[in-house]
């Protein structure tokens, strides 16, 4: 079987053709993988980050968090699905070792966690793309509780979460607004930003200079941490982050994607109706997933980095 894998600390991510198929434990179903993505969390475990919080690598390291496919087998345990069904979701990082991944042919997943059905109307294409960056984009637009007409900063806009993000907020009525590359304007107003300010130079001043009072809420996806544009914010303005940038105190929310099968089921019924596209910028065959991890790490985004299986 082919997979993505991390043979050892300090090893490049490769593709190895001798793994063995998994055989589904009693609450596990066996699923081929169709469709995957690349989110910084996959760059995070190759480079080792997750052994210096304290987790244990069990070698061989299959990557990838994100799939979708089509169920194969069945655990004798498992009642709510069965082979034919074509269902997405989230490998798990460390559960409890960091060992499984979704770059590979054949995943063995537990059924009633972190998998869904794919709603009838979605590609697993698209589906495949979207649970990672989905999830915290619905939890951190959430956690901004915002009400029509307000003006929403959204730092990072282009990348994945950010992309998605920024149609939630527009849809929720928000006047968003997002520091961008001059070619990236085109591709954030097709998505509902209303504003593109210069991503060069003073975003606070630039951001001061079109909103003298400053702005109601700020999603920050860029920064690691707190205060680099507190500054842009009027009095009692709300923060989310997905990277532990919104600091603490009344209003701020640091979020995580939870992804629960209710959680899943959300964000297929967004895609399903229309209301969440998801960009992709590019798409790699699974041989090439490690360079996935590579653009994703250097490369400018709009939108996802999608892995794609034969």
């Known amino acids: ?174 006047n968003v607004i997002a520091p961008a590359l001059p070619q990236d304007e085109g591709f954030l107003r097709d998505l509902g930003v209303s504003v593109v300010l210069p991503r060069e130079g003073d975003l606070v001043a630039a951001v001061r200079e079109r909103f003298p009072d400053g702005v109601d809420a700020l999603l920050d996806l860029v920064s690691y941490v707190p205060g680099a544009y507190d500054a842009a914010l009027r009095d009692g303005a709300r923060v989310a982050s997905a990277t532990c940038a919104a600091g603490e105190g009344p209003g701020r929310t640091n979020v995580m994607g939870d992804p629960t099968p209710e959680s899943l089921e959300r964000l297929g019924a967004l895609l399903a109706d229309g209301t969440l596209r998801v960009p992709v910028q590019a798409s790699y065959p699974l041989a090439r997933a490690p360079e996935a991890l590579a653009a994703l790490e250097t490369g400018h985004k709009q939108g996802k980095l999608a892995i794609a299986f034969a």
């Open 1 to 174: 079987m082919q997979a993505i894998t991390l043979d050892a600390h300090g090893a490049a991510p490769a593709l190895r053709d001798d793994l063995p198929e998994p055989t589904p434990a009693e609450h596990e179903v066996i699923l081929r993988v169709h469709a995957s993505s690349a989110n910084p969390g996959d760059n995070m475990i190759a480079a080792g980050l997750l052994a210096k919080e304290g987790l244990e690598y069990e070698f061989p390291v299959t990557l990838g968090r994100d799939f979708a496919g089509v169920v194969e087998r069945a655990g004798a345990a498992v009642r709510d699905l069965e082979p034919g069904d074509r269902v997405f979701g989230v490998v798990l990082p460390a559960a409890p070792t960091v060992r499984a991944g979704a770059w590979a042919e054949l995943i063995a997943v537990p059924a009633g966690q972190a998998i869904a059905r794919v709603p009838d109307r979605v590609d697993l294409a698209v589906a495949g793309a979207a649970p990672v960056a989905g999830l915290a984009a619905i939890a951190a637009v959430e956690a901004l509780e915002i009400t029509p007409g307000e003006d929403v900063l959204v730092v990072g806009a282009t990348g994945g979460v950010g992309s998605l993000a920024v149609q939630l907020a527009a849809r929720a009525g928000a």
